[in-house]
């Protein structure tokens, strides 16, 4: 009969023979402190303090207004889009930093919708599980242009596939179950009726494979801050695919998405790619933070992080069904780990008192109403030995 200690032997030889765990060393964490919440905020990486360090003390200091010119300001948007790129699989040049993900959100979905619509395509679908902010900013779109607004389970979307249909919009990652949606059968069975996709990444870029180009998707967004550890507030994404760029319209036209920002012309005329989605000036601190971050990530295969993913979560999982199953515990997540994103949800009447009694002993999770204790698991800092850790105070907590 396997025992906690021979559960958290096993989990030190995994950590021995992890190809990821050198890459703990490029965070700062707290010590002795066990974090599961990388889908919600990264952990500080060494780099990140450091790049802001130098745009604060340098660039800013000293270089003052002269740095948009004589630094990387102005280009800083493009160039951390483009190592965004390099995670979701997409070609350089089609992705830019830009705003927060509700804003980016709204500028891709009213473009597609003004691609899109016609006298016969009023509709628009969107994902009835998706992250509260997406649902709200996806109904004001639809307000906006005068489209039926109809919510669907994505399972559910193919089958309501037709002709009247403009936009379709979901999250590849269910952020409560942590499901990864099967999005290149969507997307083609979409494609089937001429219908525009907008897909929200933001559970998804740093722990599964998106392959965004592969997969033909129309329109991504996602944010910087959760697997990305890309900083509190760190800014949004935008993809859009390079067949369809040069068609688009995005719905707030500002001086850096202009072809030339410093012309300060009368009429705006959009900057020739995936630029025209940027729109005010270029939020320099929070952009360095997050493209240093990316910088740690682009060092590591994302083979090697969905992999690495996929194992912690499939250990947490061996975890809970021998120690965990049999005391109130459910599980609210797929148990194949191909078939979900970097997060479990652990499932218990008593979950709030829980995550707080785990939160007070390091364990770092969260609680979602009214039952989930939502467990992440990011491949380049979180060890095994934490989940050993995790599963063996759970089973003490019962």
């Known amino acids: 009969m396997t025992t906690l200690d021979d559960y958290t032997r096993r989990a030190m030889e995994l950590d021995l023979a992890n190809p990821l765990a050198a890459a703990r060393s490029q965070f700062d964490l707290p010590d002795n402190e066990s974090y599961f919440l990388g889908n919600s905020l990264g952990p500080l990486t060494h780099a990140a303090r450091a790049a802001v360090v130098h745009a604060l003390d340098e660039e800013w200091r000293n270089g003052l207004v002269r740095t948009w010119h004589d630094g990387d300001w102005l280009e800083l948007a493009g160039s951390t889009g483009d190592l965004v790129a390099r995670v979701i699989g997409a070609p350089a040049g089609s992705v ?38 997406d649902r709200y900013v996806a109904r004001s779109v639809a307000d906006l242009h005068g489209l039926e607004f109809i919510e669907l389970e994505v399972s559910e979307m193919p089958r309501r596939f037709a002709d009247d249909v403009a936009v379709m919009t979901a999250s590849m990652i269910d952020y409560r179950s942590a ?40 329109f991504a967004v996602g944010c910087g801050y959760k697997y990305l550890n890309g900083g509190p507030g760190a800014p949004a994404y935008v993809y859009a695919a390079p067949r369809i760029i040069g068609s688009v319209a995005q719905p707030i036209p500002g001086w850096f998405g202009h072809a030339e920002p410093f012309a300060f012309e009368d009429t705006f005329r959009p900057a020739a790619g995936i630029a025209r989605f940027s729109s005010g000036t270029t ?23 969905r992999t690495t993913c996929i194992r912690l979560g499939d250990f947490f999982v061996e975890g809970y069904g021998t120690f965990l199953s049999t005391g109130g515990f459910g599980l609210g997540s797929q148990r194949e780990g191909a078939r979900r994103g970097g997060h479990i949800a652990l499932l218990h009447p008593d979950a709030e008192r829980m995550s707080k009694e785990l939160i007070a002993r390091s ?35 019962n």
């Open 179 to 218: 499901d990864l949606h099967d999005v290149r059968a969507v997307t083609a069975a979409a494609h089937d009726h001429c219908i525009l996709t907008v897909w929200d990444l933001a559970h998804a870029a740093g722990a599964v494979k998106c392959d965004v180009l592969d997969n033909d998707i129309d």
């Open 283 to 305: 939020h320099v601190l929070s952009m360095k933070a997050m493209h240093a971050a990316l910088g740690v990530i682009n060092r590591y295969p994302i083979e090697d992080l």
């Open 96 to 133: 830019v930093a830009v705003d927060s993900t509700s804003v980016a959100l709204f500028k891709v979905l009213s473009a597609a919708v003004t691609i899109n619509k016609s006298p016969t395509r009023r509709v628009m679908l969107c994902d009835s599980r998706n992250f509260p902010t």
């Open 363 to 397: 364990l770092i999770v969260d609680f979602r109403p009214p039952n989930v204790i939502r467990i992440a698991f990011s491949p380049l800092f979180l060890r095994f030995a934490d989940v050993a850790r995790l599963v063996g105070e759970l089973s003490r907590l």
